[in-house]
């Protein structure tokens, strides 16, 4: 079983940054693809960026040159960098991981999530 715990949410300007991080227990971190998704208000959750067990990246056309997925396999830890934040930004963001994708159903183990709320 693997547990994950997301921090580094907040409130931010538009134009700001923000790390989120997210941290694993359980054993073969290093194997999982781990991914961000995030969910606004009344909408449904969507894929941000993901980076698999080569360090392999993807993203979402929303965030591409603004948002970076990394991942620390010594500290069982992926994070996302987010800057140039806009208010469109603003949602729960969810820690999961799993298969590679873009599809929450590829992913088996999800965080509690963490709130990125941007004023304009």
């Known amino acids: 079983q693997v547990q994950l715990v997301e921090s580094g949410g907040g409130l931010v300007q538009a134009g700001g940054s923000l790390r989120l991080s997210c941290t694993a227990s359980g054993r073969s971190f290093s194997s999982y693809a781990m991914a961000w998704f995030r969910q606004a208000p009344g909408k449904d959750r969507e894929f941000v960026a993901t980076i698999n067990w080569s360090e392999s990246t993807y993203y979402t056309n929303a965030v591409k040159g603004r948002f970076t997925i990394s991942r620390d396999n010594a500290k069982n830890t992926v994070y996302l960098q987010m800057n140039s934040l806009k208010p469109e930004d603003t949602a729960v963001y969810y820690c999961?991981?799993?298969?590679?994708?873009?599809?929450?159903?590829?992913?088996?183990?999800w965080g509690q999530g963490t709130q990125v709320t941007v004023s304009s």
């Open positions: 999961a991981g799993g298969l590679d994708g873009m599809y929450t159903g590829s992913y088996d183990y």
